[in-house]
């Protein structure tokens, strides 16, 4: 069996962590009838408010039967994390994997 991703654990234990600040303000929008410059003018107003925040973006994607997943930051524009699914993954396991990739870049 191929090893998709190699996990180790933490020492710092999850309670010891300060809880992650998500904003979710995009998601009052709705995707079928709301024009992209809605969004793009919502974003930049967002980002405006928070300069001095890393900005990490995920995608996942399938094409056919390939399946993969990234995670770009803004601290590390160059050196995304990314990597290869089974084959027939769906695109909902791509997506989690890519989160999951933003959290390994944030912590």
């Not at 069996?1 to 933490?10: A, G, I, K, W, Y």
């Amino acid at each position: 069996m191929d090893v998709v991703d190699d996990t180790t654990v933490s020492d710092t234990p999850p309670w010891s962590q300060s809880e992650p600040q998500i904003c979710l303000s995009l998601t009052k929008y709705k995707k079928d009838t709301t024009n992209p410059e809605v969004y793009k003018q919502a974003f930049l107003e967002i980002t405006s408010r928070h300069q001095n925040h890393v900005q990490i973006f995920t995608d996942g994607s399938k094409v056919d039967e390939k399946v993969a997943a990234a995670a770009v930051s803004s601290a590390a524009p160059n050196s995304p994390f990314s990597c290869r699914l089974r084959d027939h993954c769906s695109i909902y396991t791509a997506e989690l994997q890519a989160i999951l990739l933003a959290l390994k870049q944030a912590y």
